[in-house]
């Protein structure tokens, strides 16, 4: 049986809810799909480094062909217009621009991304560009990385250099990609690089993390005057395994405050969250005067990447903040062993809407790994990703409705891709890659069908205005 969503009528009843000027498209970033990682005098970053250590990776690969994307980026991007996506998200390799992480500027690499924004606009494809999407340049990496408050000025050098030749060729500047992420599951979980267990260098990246922003944001704006500039951050509700019990519901708010508000309430509204800050104790970071200022000023739009929700118990005598996500049974959980549940996103769109005034949202990454299976006859139905993306939009267009300033979906991802510690094994593309063959791009049935409503969104839209 198909879903409403998949009937003719029921895809261009959804399309037709997209305002005119509404993004739909797909997003990457640099080290997950470009590979030629030696190429035009690109310099290491600190991903090479880890991807090197016996046991980081799950299946013991590297980026250094990954989608083969660095050289493949004229038929790539002839693939994102013939899906009628309006817009792309990418990223800029630090290390290809300034291989030693500042100083000297390596104009290949910023040749490439002048190719590919100019080829983006030559497609009717707004570019939104990410600077920082974790690959640290290794020599900055060496000088102790996001410990050292310098790496912050040494990445608004790099904002600059990026900014000053793209300008306003570029629709959407996001500074990072997920600083907790960088952070946490970098400095803290261990499993991206540098790959330590240590809770206070978490806080303190994090810190440096998002004063990096801070101190980008005015870099760019000397260099646009059109260009949307902002951050993109992960999000995702918490929710207490037991409603009723009063250590779980504690924990979720001390979940949703490491996650969530640790992150926003620094750019929103100029200070870190107290709660959060005593529940850290010792690990708090060092904050210098000015700091909070630089980093809480004004952004234009704000980026987030929404997966799931967690679901969670507390766990007594645990370090903070406490907790276990558990699984909720009946419900579906991808590859990655995400909850499909596209309520989470209705609820944090409209948090962010109601509680922090987010001027302007756009959803910079939103998707499924399931594990796909190429067909003998060359296809791939993936009807777990289509319902996933199926729930997802309807719930975009719903928060459009109610009033959310939001101006685009992008899909993460547009190919499968290097799934960081997880390496190749993990699929989100809507396009499936045949990694041994060629590096063939297969279109799966999720991305046919997110294809035509993208395709059908352009019409309506064209109609509507
Ligand atoms: C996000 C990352 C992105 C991708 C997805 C699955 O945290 O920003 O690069 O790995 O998760």
């Known amino acids: 049986m198909p879903s409403p969503f998949e ?30 990682t030696r190429a035009d005098g690109r310099g290491r970053s600190w991903w090479d480094d880890f991807c090197d250590q016996p046991g980081r990776i799950a299946d013991g690969s590297n980026g250094d062909v990954a989608c083969d994307h660095y050289r493949r980026w004229r038929e790539d991007l002839d693939l994102i217009a013939s899906l009628g996506h309006n817009a792309y998200r990418f990223s800029v390799a630090w290390p290809r621009v ?40 290794s020599p900055l990496a060496k000088a102790g990385g996001w410990q050292v408050r310098d790496t912050a000025s040494a990445f608004a050098e790099f904002a600059d250099v990026v900014a000053r030749r793209l300008g306003d060729r570029v629709h959407s500047y996001a500074t990072l ?19 330590w267990q240590d809770g206070a260098a978490a806080v303190r990246a994090a810190h440096h993390l ?38 779980d519901v504690a924990a979720a708010h001390a979940g949703d405050g490491v996650f969530n508000r640790w992150f926003l309430d620094p750019i929103f509204r100029g200070h870190y969250p107290q709660d ?4 850290f104790g010792s690990w708090a970071p060092e904050v210098h005067a000015g700091d909070m200022a630089a980093i809480a000023a004004p952004i234009d739009t704000l980026g987030i990447n929404y997966y799931t929700r967690a679901v969670v118990s507390a766990v007594p005598g645990e370090v903070y903040p406490g ?53 003998p006859e060359g296809r791939v139905d993936d009807p777990a990703r289509l319902r996933y993306l199926q729930g997802h939009l309807a719930v975009v267009a719903e928060a459009i409705e109610a009033g959310v300033p939001l101006s685009a979906h992008l899909v993460w991802s ?8 997880r390496g190749y094994v993990p699929r989100f593309g809507l396009l499936y890659v045949d990694y041994a063959n060629g590096q063939r791009r297969i279109l799966k049935r999720s991305g046919a069908w997110h294809s035509a409503l993208a395709k059908a969104a352009l019409t309506g839209g064209a109609a509507r205005s």
């Open 177 to 195: 990609n997920e600083p907790r992420c960088a952070a946490f599951v970098g400095h803290l979980e261990g499993r991206h690089a540098p790959g």
């Open 323 to 375: 907790l276990v996500e558990v699984r909720v049974p009946g419900q579906h959980y991808s590859h990655m062993g995400w909850e499909d549940h596209p309520d989470g996103l209705r609820r944090m769109l409209r948090r962010l809407h109601e509680d922090y005034r987010v001027p302007d949202l756009f959803i910079a990454e939103n998707g499924a790994a399931e594990p796909d299976v190429l067909s």
């Open 98 to 137: 300034l291989p030693q992480g500042r100083g000297a500027v390596n104009s290949a690499g910023l040749d490439h991304y002048e190719r590919l924004v100019d080829g983006l606009l030559e497609r009717g494809i707004a570019p939104y560009l990410t600077l920082y999407h974790w690959d640290l340049p």
């Open 276 to 279: 959060v800050w005593d529940g």
């Open 414 to 421: 547009l190919m499968d891709n290097f799934e960081w510690g």
């Open 7 to 36: 009937t003719d009528a029921g895809l261009l009843a959804l399309a037709a809810r997209f305002p005119a000027g509404f993004h739909l498209g797909a997003s990457t970033s640099a080290f997950q799909i470009e590979g030629a």
């Open 210 to 247: 998002l004063l990096a922003h801070g101190l980008a944001m005015p870099a760019l704006r000397a260099n646009t005057r059109q260009a949307r500039c902002g951050i993109v951050l992960d999000v995702k509700p918490y929710d207490p395994a037991d409603p009723n019990s009063a250590a």
